[in-house]
């Protein structure tokens, strides 16, 4: 049974940094992307970034390029999310969730996961 667990949530003053983890257990045969989302209160969850399986290639939605940075350690199967100069509506639960196969960001940005995270808090003050 695959399963994805985040961590490296918490509390923040605007400007500074986190970084997440999402820890894949389990068997997944083949490639797959690894998409990272967000949910504030009263909102619906949002699509922020996507790794491949290998790292070569990364997907950013515009309000997060150029502060966010996604990576992988594929010998701990896990991939991970530097956020860098964060902001007060950056506050929201961060999840991962993974879609097997070549790297594909449609599905992620549909929601269409085949696997999610349990989610990780992140709250940003000003």
């Known amino acids: 049974q695959v399963q994805l667990v985040e961590s490296g949530g918490g509390l923040v003053q605007a400007g500074e940094s986190l970084r997440l983890s999402c820890a894949v257990s389990g068997r997944i045969f083949g490639s797959y992307t690894m998409g990272w989302f967000r949910q504030a209160p009263r909102k619906e969850r949002e699509f922020v970034a996507a790794?491949?399986?290998?790292?070569?290639?990364?997907y950013y939605v515009d309000f997060v390029e150029g502060r966010f940075t996604l990576s992988r350690d594929m010998a701990k199967n896990t991939g991970y999310l530097q956020m860098n100069s964060l902001k007060p509506e950056d506050t929201a639960i961060y999840y991962c969730?993974?879609?097997?196969?070549?790297?594909?960001?449609?599905?992620?940005?549909?929601?269409?996961?085949?696997?999610w995270g349990q989610g990780t808090q992140v709250t940003v003050s000003s």
């Open positions: 790794i491949s399986w290998s790292g070569s290639t990364s």
């Open positions: 969730a993974v879609v097997s196969g070549a790297f594909s960001v449609s599905r992620l940005r549909a929601l269409n996961a085949d696997y």
